[in-house]
């Protein structure tokens, strides 16, 4: 049996078990600072385990990791002891035989010397956008293999696919996924914002779960379910404001 992970997110821990130990799962969706707060729980509740983590991506990594301190993560530390580290990537070369090939095992060569078991790939999409089209599906089987000879646990954030082109690469890379879900904002009949959190796939599930949820500042921002803010507010006997989701 593949053993299960924590994810560092309540609801997910709870209703699912945490996630399968060295697969991918993907994270698709418009709110970038929901993902990224996802991203976040995931990987601390990983530092928090003794694991060595690696957050990628194309850009602003410096701003993403600063945004991060002012919510609470504190991954300073985990910096300077090395068991936390970031990488900026850029897509490899068009027109080059074997590029896409040769940049994976020369980032994939880095990623085994630095011992990581956790990776999140911040826009991921980025990776695969100067193959061509006829060319992704390859790419994506590519990529999916060299996930597995990382032996890392491994969450893609995707960005919301613009066009046909971009959804084909979506399902493409959830077709090699072990669980996707998807993000979308959404409003209650008060008029009140809150995130719904979609299962597209879920390997070794009967169901496909859905959560609505908020975020919710504290010591540390936390991704906190309907289910759980409402338990919350009949614990403090229904008083103070009404529970934030109806």
Same mark, same amino acid.
């Given at each position: 049996m593949i053993p299960r992970i924590p994810t560092g997110i309540a609801f997910l821990d709870r209703d699912l078990g945490g996630f399968y130990r060295q697969r991918i799962y993907v994270l698709c969706g418009g709110d970038d600072s929901a993902k990224r707060i996802l991203a976040a729980h995931f990987l601390r509740a990983g530092l928090e385990t003794g694991e060595s983590c690696l957050w990628m991506a194309p850009e602003r990594m410096g701003d993403r990791l600063i945004?991060? @301190?002012?919510?609470?993560?504190?991954?300073?530390?985990?910096? &300077?002891s090395g068991t936390f580290t970031c990488a900026e990537y850029h897509?490899? %070369?068009?027109?080059?035989?074997?590029? !896409?090939q040769k940049e994976l095992d020369a980032a994939g060569a880095d990623i085994v010397a630095r011992g990581v078991e956790r990776l999140v790939i911040d826009s991921a999409q980025v990776? !695969?956008?100067?193959?061509?089209? *006829?060319? *992704?599906?390859?790419?994506?089987?590519?990529?999916? *293999?060299f996930c597995e000879k990382l032996h890392t646990s491994t969450l893609l954030l995707?960005? +919301?696919?613009?066009?046909?082109?971009?959804?084909?690469?979506?399902?493409?890379?959830?077709? &090699?996924?072990?669980?996707? !879900?998807?993000?979308?904002?959404?409003?209650d009949d008060d008029e009140r914002n809150f995130l719904r959190m979609t299962t597209e796939?879920?390997?070794? &599930?009967?169901?496909? +779960?859905?959560?609505?949820f908020e975020i919710v500042a504290g010591? %540390?921002?936390?991704?906190?379910?309907k289910e759980?803010?409402?338990?919350?507010?009949? *614990?403090? @006997?229904g008083r103070g404001a009404a529970p934030p989701l109806n």
């Open positions: 945004a991060l @301190g002012n919510a609470g993560f504190g991954f300073s530390d985990y910096l &300077q897509a490899p %070369r068009a027109g080059l035989a074997g590029s !896409f990776l !695969f956008a100067n193959e061509p089209k *006829r060319d *992704r599906p390859d790419c994506v089987s590519a990529f999916a *293999r995707l960005d +919301p696919p613009a066009g046909p082109q971009a959804n084909a690469l979506k399902d493409l890379l959830v077709a &090699q996924a072990t669980g996707a !879900f998807a993000l979308a904002e959404a409003q796939k879920l390997i070794g &599930q009967d169901a496909l +779960p859905t959560w609505d010591n %540390r921002i936390s991704l906190i379910s759980d803010l409402g338990k919350a507010w009949m *614990r403090a @006997g």
